[in-house]
């Protein structure tokens, strides 16, 4: 998945205004120190499911009988196997 860089500055700052408002979080770190950390996650989660993209689609295409990208049967097997993948990296 693609996101601009000013879409992800948006995610991180909300996502940080979230943190701080939470009485259980307490900040030990400088703000922008946060703000990159949370940079750095959103930009590895974005790459872990590139990645994941592109060996659901290798395996699709690799099925003998051509299954039609945005059909109904494409659909139901990529998030089926997406969540499969996610499960075996841990993620979800």
Do not use: C
Not at 23 to 40: F, G, M, N, T, Y
């Amino acid at each position: 998945m693609v996101l601009s860089e000013d879409k992800i500055n948006h995610l991180s700052h909300r996502i940080l205004q979230a943190l701080e408002k939470d009485p259980a979080v307490e900040q030990k770190a400088e703000r922008s120190a946060i703000l990159r950390s949370i940079k750095r996650v959103i930009l590895a989660s974005l790459s872990q499911d590139d990645v994941i993209d592109a060996l659901i689609r290798k395996k699709l295409g690799s099925y003998t009988r051509a299954i039609v990208e945005g059909s109904s049967e494409w659909d139901i097997l990529y998030h089926k196997m997406f969540q499969e993948e996610m499960k075996k990296k841990g993620i979800s």
